[in-house]
C-alpha cells in the first residue's frame, strides 16, 4: 500500500458538532482528494488540493471545508455535521491531475 | 453527469471462467482508468489507458478502449475467488473541473 493513512478510521458523532478527518501521506504527492462512498452513488469527490494552501471544490463540497498546511497532511472538516453526511470517506492521492489514485483504507462517519 | 457508466452492475461467475464489465463515458478523455475495492477497503489502482491506446495488458487483465464508441471493456481471464470483488472505472475528461470521475461500479462475485 502507498503511504496513506486516515485517522479516526471510524467515528461516531450527534448532529450539529464539528468533525474533522485527517489524511496523512509519506509519497510527497502534490496531489491529494477527499472523496465519499455512498451506495447507489459509487464514489464522489468533495474537494482536492494540488499543492500547499490550493485546494478546489468537488461535486459534493457543500458542508464541507479542506486545509493543507503541509504536502503531507490533507483535513477534511464537517463544520456542523448532518445525518446526510453519514458515509464512508476515502483520501486519494496522485502524483499528476488525472494521474493513478492511491487510497487510504477510509473512514466510517456516522452522525446520529 | 459525466460519471461514466458501468456494466452490469453485477456479475457472478465461476471459478476459471472469463468476467467481463464495460465502461461507457460522454465526453472525450485523456485516459480511462480501472480500479478494485474489496469489501470494505480502499480502491486499488488496476491498469490505466490513455486515449491513444486500443489494448493494454496487466497479468490477467485486458482493457481495451474504443474512443469512437466512448466505452471500454475490462477482462479478467481464468477467475478466482480471490477476484470477488467490485471493479470501477474512472476517466480523466478533456474539459471539466474534476481531475477523475468514477463510475459507480460492477460488483463481482466469482464462486469457487
Known amino acids: 500500500d502507498a503511504g496513506i493513512t486516515q485517522s479516526p478510521r471510524h467515528k461516531v458523532t450527534e448532529t450539529g458538532t464539528p468533525v474533522t478527518l485527517r489524511c496523512h501521506q509519506t509519497?510527497?504527492?502534490?496531489?491529494m482528494y477527499w472523496y465519499r462512498q455512498d451506495p447507489g452513488h459509487g464514489l464522489r469527490l468533495i474537494h482536492y488540493?494540488?499543492?500547499?494552501?490550493?485546494?478546489d471544490k468537488g461535486e459534493v463540497s457543500d458542508g464541507y471545508s479542506v486545509s493543507r498546511s503541509k504536502t503531507e497532511d490533507f483535513l477534511l472538516t464537517l463544520e456542523s455535521a448532518t445525518s446526510s453526511q453519514t458515509s464512508v470517506y476515502f483520501c486519494?492521492?496522485?502524483?499528476?491531475?488525472?494521474?493513478?489514485?492511491?487510497f487510504g483504507p477510509g473512514t466510517r462517519l456516522t452522525v446520529t | 453527469s459525466q460519471q461514466g457508466e458501468e456494466d452490469p452492475q453485477a456479475l457472478s461467475i465461476q471459478e476459471g471462467e472469463n468476467a467481463t464489465m464495460n465502461c461507457s463515458y460522454k465526453?472525450?478523455?485523456?485516459?480511462l482508468q480501472w480500479y478494485r475495492q474489496n469489501s470494505g477497503r480502499g480502491l486499488v489502482h488496476l491498469i490505466l489507458?490513455?486515449?491513444?491506446?486500443r489494448e493494454k495488458h496487466s497479468g490477467r487483465l485486458r482493457v481495451t478502449l474504443d474512443t469512437s464508441k466512448k466505452s471500454s471493456s475490462l477482462l479478467i481471464t481464468a477467475s478466482r475467488a480471490a477476484d470477488t470483488a467490485s471493479y470501477f472505472c474512472?476517466?480523466?475528461?478533456?474539459?471539466?473541473?474534476?481531475?477523475?470521475?468514477f463510475g459507480k461500479g460492477t460488483r463481482l462475485s466469482v464462486i469457487a
Open positions: 486519494a492521492i496522485s502524483e499528476s491531475r488525472g494521474g493513478e489514485q492511491y
Open positions: 509519497e510527497n504527492h502534490r496531489y
Open positions: 488540493s494540488y499543492g500547499v494552501k490550493d485546494t
Open positions: 465526453t472525450s478523455i485523456n485516459n
Open positions: 489507458i490513455r486515449s491513444n491506446e
Open positions: 474512472a476517466t480523466d475528461f478533456n474539459s471539466g473541473n474534476t481531475p477523475l470521475v
